[in-house]
């Protein structure tokens, strides 16, 4: 019921928002007292291709290559959105306004906007971000689980919704395209994002990123141009989580070993483990596709003519726009020129430059002017650019939903988190019954930074590129979800080394906890900065579990990490052990589940080796009685 409410609330704001704009009381009169007043391309009665054919009829070179530019928030020269036409800018990982508030969002990304309004034709700018487990650059934004929790947790409509909710964030803050779902199937967890992908199973991959679409698109409901509509993104074309250890040439803060790297495989194993998530996405509506920094054999995925135009707009008929990943097509062999040349002919059709847009725009015009690059090839890539802006209702909502503002990180969209925390855990053991505990058991102690860290549990993409440990953004920790659902029922005792030596009797015995909680795991990461060869606990860890054994009669060993860890050495020390991956800021959920108030339903969505050696799997053969727990384990 308050959830039918809601929509009904959010539904009432996007129309008295239309309408206000429909009547030109809004920020964008000043747009439409611009070029043309009553031209066909601004009539949102007219049909979509009548409004691409009539604005594009209009446009100079100059304003064709400025929609084909995408450019960093920093990097922007802000008069230069008017006189170079920008079509978008984008933050980056960790790309926020000072102070990082929903509001500071909204009044840059409308600031922004409002000198793309005032161009000639006054075609509005499109803000990109990856929000890609909630609007994770904005600080007090709720974030959801990191795909692979939610591919444990294996349920679409969850997915759905987290999309929707997602969608809802970022349109308060008029950041209207999200670089996200990642559909990397990936095969290899040493990959620094394996994390960002929901299983190693194709089908799973391919149902999920189908139902994010949808929340994200509205796809269902009211389809594109909803008021809180954003555009999706399914990414990185094509086989991102089909590299080989050891291919990366990339080095970001330290060389890269996987991230970036060369998929190997034959084409029908492309085609049957990589490309079927994106038949989905295009299925499910996908209007924009992210390329991939890695290379298919001896070619780049940005120079890739055959998979990106013969395979992905040809063969599976997308209609959408190409969006390259970052400063990606620099990576072409060649010079600037000729990457941009090759880029674009091979079927890209908007560039995240992201820095040096002059450089770009130089190069784009000089390839045109030279023939190199021919004027059909700009008019597509601007069709279809031109057309998913005005099929997201961005002529006509080009600013923030600011009515929303409130909305963001919202007790709501919290449950919603919380829920999908509950949903992704995995039961990997459960020795007599350990789990769950009883809210009233007298004595827990809880032992791990990652038991008491808001970032840590959130992982990479979140606040800043690559995450960070503290407390970095609003939301639960795991050990203070704890202590609210027991609420002084049990006594629990906190201490992030596991010291707990002044829990003694009076005579200096120490005092044994009838059970004990171990967080241990990974430390946040993202992209090929987390590349790694070794998977082990950390010595650190392993000293904690130990120490845990010695003092608590029951240890529950629960692991934060963005991909199975080998835990072989330690299995035998715990009851019970739960991965809990990279839950987001909701921590409650993992205590809702500890203590038996919901089940345990979550299922592996990747494989758990035994040891490392075992990576990568070859899924061709693969003996699942050598594995720690098979795909899809969990205790029943
Ligand atoms: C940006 C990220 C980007 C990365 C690319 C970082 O500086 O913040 O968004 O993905 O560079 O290597
Ligand atoms: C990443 C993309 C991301 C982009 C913008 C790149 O480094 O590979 O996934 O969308 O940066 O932040």
């Not at 060869?533 to 240890?555: F, P, Q, T, Y």
Request: aromatic share 8%.
């Amino acid at each position: 019921m308050k959830k039918i409410q809601k929509c009904l609330f959010i539904l009432s704001v996007a129309l008295c928002f239309l309408a206000l704009l429909l009547s030109g009381c809004n920020g964008s009169s000043a747009a439409a007292g611009r070029a043309g007043d009553g031209a066909l391309y601004k009539n949102p009665e007219a049909s979509v291709q009548e409004r691409v054919d009539d604005l594009l009829a209009r446009m100079t070179l100059e304003e064709k290559i400025g929609q084909m530019t995408q450019v960093e928030k920093n990097s922007i020269n802000l008069g230069d959105i008017k006189t170079m036409y920008i079509g978008s800018i984008l933050s980056g990982g960790g790309g926020c306004p000072r102070p990082n508030t929903p509001e500071a969002w909204a009044d840059m990304v409308d600031g922004f906007q409002s000198q793309a309004l005032e161009t000639r034709l006054g075609i509005p700018l499109i803000y990109g971000v990856d929000a890609v487990h909630g609007h994770s650059n904005v600080q007090g934004a709720v974030i959801f689980p990191h795909n692979i929790g939610l591919g444990a947790a294996g349920d679409s409509d969850l997915v759905e919704r987290i999309g929707r909710i997602t969608a809802v964030e970022m349109a308060a803050t008029g950041a209207l395209w999200n670089f996200a779902p990642v559909v990397a199937v990936p095969q290899d967890i040493r990959w620094g994002r394996t994390y960002e992908g929901y299983s190693e199973n194709t089908d799973l991959v391919s149902r999920l990123g189908k139902a994010y679409i949808h929340g994200q698109q509205n796809a269902d409901s009211s389809g594109l141009g909803a008021a809180t509509t954003v555009l999706a993104t399914p990414k990185h074309y094509l086989a991102d989580g089909g590299t080989v250890w050891g291919t990366s040439q990339t080095t970001v803060m330290k060389k890269f070993m996987i991230d970036q790297g060369v998929t190997q495989v034959d084409e029908a194993t492309l085609r049957r483990i990589h490309l079927p998530p994106y038949k989905a996405a295009i299925e499910g509506g996908a209007q924009c596709i992210m390329v991939s920094f890695s290379s298919w054999k001896d070619t780049k995925m940005h120079a890739h003519t055959y998979l990106l135009t013969d395979v992905l707009k040809g063969e599976l008929g997308f209609e959408g726009f190409l969006i390259s990943d970052w400063k990606a097509i620099d990576q072409i062999p060649g010079n600037y020129y000729s990457d941009v040349v090759t880029s674009i002919n091979a079927g890209l059709d908007m560039i995240m430059v992201p820095y040096d847009y002059v450089a770009f725009i130089d190069a784009l015009t000089q390839a045109v002017e030279n023939g190199d690059v021919p004027m059909t090839r700009i008019d597509d890539a601007v069709r279809r650019i031109l057309t998913v802006k005005i099929k997201l209702g961005l002529f006509e909502r080009p600013l923030a939903v600011r009515e929303l503002l409130p909305d963001v990180g919202c007790e709501a969209h919290r449950e919603l988190a919380r829920e999908a925390v509950r949903k992704s855990l995995v039961l990997l053991k459960n020795n007599g019954s350990t789990l769950p505990l009883a809210k009233d058991t007298p004595l827990i102690f809880v032992a791990g930074q990652a038991a008491d860290d808001i970032g840590i549990q959130c992982g990479g993409w979140t606040i800043e590129w690559q995450g960070k440990a503290g407390a970095i953004t609003e939301g639960a920790t795991i050990v203070e979800g704890i202590k609210k659902l027991v609420s002084g029922a049990a006594a629990i005792t906190y201490d992030k080394n596991g010291d707990f030596r002044d829990i003694a009797n009076q005579d200096g015995t120490l005092i044994t906890a009838d059970a004990g909680i171990v967080v241990v795991g990974e430390l946040p990461y993202a992209e090929g900065v987390g590349d790694q060869g070794n998977l082990a606990l950390s010595a650190g860890d392993v000293l904690l579990i130990d120490k845990m054994r010695k003092r608590c009669e029951r240890v529950v060993l629960i692991i934060i990490s963005g991909r199975p860890l080998i835990i072989s050495d330690v299995i035998g020390q715990c009851d019970a052990v739960v991965a809990a991956w990279l839950p987001g800021t909701e921590g409650r959920g993992v205590a809702d589940v500890l203590f038996g108030d919901y089940a345990f339903t979550g299922k592996l969505s990747f494989t758990w080796p035994k040891a490392m050696n075992q990576i990568p799997f070859d899924f061709n053969s693969l003996d699942e009685k050598k594995v720690l727990f098979p795909f899809g384990y969990a205790v029943e």
